[in-house]
DNA sequence: TCAATATCGGATCGTTCGATCCGTAAATGG
DNA sequence: CCATTTACGGATCGAACGATCCGATATTGA
């Protein structure tokens, strides 16, 4: 059954997807309400009615981001793939994500991390970015532990190195195609980590 | 001959250590004119006659920082190793840097690189971190470059894809480190790249 | 039909932002 | 010795910040 009270006018998803993309485009603080009550359309009231606060707002968007364009990053769960395969697919699959022109450079979870004011604030913002980057490392350390069982690589692998290479890689991506890096030089970069892996069988 | 006028009384390298310190914990945005008066125990007006600034006084803290801690990336242009040992400097020098917690984590040029506001405001901010970036890009593709030459790498190595590999490692260490990731394991990953290389050697 | 509930637009809150101004102090050069 | 120049502490600026309040509107359940 429907709430009690006026229901609401405004699309939630088309809120959720300007804001953020304002986000994506320039980070959590940088982005002011005024701006997201400008992209959204929005009043303040009905954004803190339904958000609660900015952060709130963040989260939701996050979520969002997390459901939309950064679901490339879920194949390297899918265990259908060969462990390699869900590794290439990750790295050229965020690649291909994070240089599209139709949105936004970068990934919004890699760029969120940086900020990291003391003030009780944000705290809440950058848990929301951490907790995903968390998922995507232990999703990729289980890819690796899978490589290892598989025989894909060695017995002596040092299972949180080379997870810490590739989610390392993977994270530098954002900031390189921020810094106008080309998708084809970031493909070679891709292969060449996952030639890494290859020689890395026995 | 000293400038007329009455010369300034602060310890120049004290305030931008301490400036330095501050952009490091919380990033260009993060850090208000009230929190760098505090720390470097300054007035607005002997700040602003100084720097000119916010941005310029962040400019100068950048210099301050590339001049002390992040010169440890400055091994990678040094001719003298050869190029496989100069990237392994550059990266377990970084990864022992960047964890050190006599000062804040991670690099702060790195991490100012997400921050991109339309505003011309912070345009200043960016450039100079952005130029640091393309710097260290640059050095890390000469070394590859020489490894090609000199024959550790092999003839057809895609070099802006190897390059891209290890920039891209480079940078995704700060995330990491941030996210509370151990050195050891960072470790183990850089070495994880440079098995690439080798195995790349003919 | 009406009390209760919830959303809406828009005005406005107190705070903090980066930056400037002012009166005073300390050095220079003539 | 004095005019000039620069640095200092501290008060203060207008603007923008995130957040709240208010009157009007629209929907529900009784």
């Given at each position: 059954m429907s709430p009690a009270g006026r229901p609401r006018i405004f699309d939630m998803e088309a809120v959720l997807e300007a804001a953020m993309l304002l986000f994506w485009e320039q980070g959590y603080e940088a982005t002011s309400l005024a701006q997201l009550r400008e992209t959204t359309g929005l009043s303040s009231a009905s954004l803190y009615g339904a958000f609660g606060s900015k952060e709130g707002l963040f989260e939701k968007a996050v979520e969002h981001y997390i459901a939309g364009p950064?679901?490339?990053?879920?194949?390297?769960?899918?265990?259908?793939?060969?462990p390699r395969e869900a590794i290439a697919r990750l790295l050229h699959g965020s690649i291909d994500m994070q240089t599209d022109t139709s949105h936004p450079r970068g990934c919004l979870v890699a760029l969120s991390?940086?900020?990291?004011?003391?003030?009780?604030?944000e705290a809440g913002a950058r848990k929301v970015v951490a907790a995903r980057r968390a998922a995507d490392r232990a999703r990729i350390r289980a890819c690796v532990v899978r490589g290892v069982t598989s025989g894909e690589?060695?017995?002596?692998?040092d299972v949180d190195g080379v997870t810490s290479m590739i989610h390392g890689f993977l994270l530098g991506i954002s900031t390189q195609v921020c810094d106008g890096m080309s998708a084809r030089h970031l493909h070679a970069a891709a292969d060449a980590v996952l030639a890494n892996w290859d020689t890395r069988g026995r």
């Open positions: 950064g679901s490339v990053t879920d194949v390297v769960a899918d265990e259908a793939e060969s991390g940086t900020t990291r004011a003391p003030g009780a604030g690589l060695a017995e002596d692998t």
